[in-house]
């Protein structure tokens, strides 16, 4: 990766706002954060309900860890770690980052961190979900030895069975 260490910052107030503005002028609404009707792009009505879905999301799903990703100081996307509710020991890990940061082994080094994390919160298997038209995600999942999935035309699943840290 070109540029400096990828630091994983709890997604808090102050971050949040920092984490807006990289989403505005780095990623589409849909990449990023649920649908919201109307026009494309990111309108008053979608950077309201970014900041909602963020504020709102803790109370809904206390157990979720979500993170922004910090690179040389700058919030450059987020990540999450979600328990699955019906798969003790299962956590699912959510990642976005901006088109700028993209393709520069940012998200291999970012995975390793979140397994870390997820080990640190019990984890013992981790699943993902992403698109067969993101071939950089599958690439990262698969350099952790996730055994993957497609389902249907769009989705692939990976899954990751954890060691325990030495």
Same mark, same amino acid.
Do not use: C, Y
């Given at each position: ?53 963020? $504020?709102?999301? @803790?109370? +809904?799903?206390?157990?979720?860890? #979500?993170?922004?990703? &910090?690179?040389? /100081?700058?919030? *450059?996307?987020?990540? $999450?770690?979600? @328990?699955? +509710?019906?798969?003790?020991?299962? #956590?699912?890990?959510? &990642?976005?980052? /901006?088109?700028? *940061? ?65």
């Amino acid at each position: 990766m070109t540029g400096g260490a990828v630091e994983l910052r709890r997604l808090d107030e102050d971050l949040l706002g920092a984490l807006l503005e990289t989403a505005v002028r780095d990623a589409e609404p849909a990449e990023v954060m649920p649908p919201v009707a109307g026009p494309p792009g990111w309108t008053r009505q979608r950077r309201e309900a970014f900041l909602r879905f963020h $504020r709102e999301r @803790p109370r +809904a799903r206390p157990k979720e860890r #979500v993170f922004a990703v &910090v690179v040389d /100081g700058a919030v *450059v996307g987020a990540a $999450r770690l979600d @328990p699955v +509710a019906d798969e003790p020991g299962a #956590v699912e890990i959510g &990642v976005w980052l /901006g088109r700028s *940061v993209r393709g520069r082994g940012l998200a291999s080094l970012l995975l390793e961190e979140l397994v870390e994390q997820a080990r640190g919160m019990g984890a013992r298997h981790l699943v993902a979900s992403t698109t067969v038209s993101n071939p950089a995600a599958r690439r990262a999942l698969a350099s952790l030895g996730a055994d993957m999935t497609q389902i249907g035309d769009t989705t692939v699943t990976a899954h990751l069975l954890l060691t325990p840290a030495a």
